[in-house]
């Protein structure tokens, strides 16, 4: 239960960072801290594997994809390299 509150918890941080970046622009920094954020939110969820069921944790791996894409596009639009980013 512990790791599904910390997923929670990370995944409100990075939809909030993603709205506040959305506003005010981001810089290397900030994608780097973002992409680190959502590659923890993703190690979280595979904590879950053993003890949840399948189906919940690729629901939590689409979420995660999204945060991941809606990150990248945040990138695009600031125009930094996004190759700089890694989620893996």
Known sequence: MDVL???RVVGQ??????????ETGL????????AHRIKDQRDLIW????????RHVRRLL????KLR???????????LNKDVLFFK
């Open 5 to 7: 509150t910390a997923f």
């Open 69 to 79: 894409k809606r990150a990248v596009g945040l990138v695009e639009r600031a125009g």
């Open 47 to 54: 904590q879950l594997t053993d003890a949840r069921s399948t």
């Open 27 to 34: 810089t290397h920094g900030d994608a780097m801290d973002l």
């Open 62 to 65: 689409r979420l995660n994809g």
């Open 13 to 22: 941080e990075i939809r909030g960072k993603c709205d506040r970046y959305a």
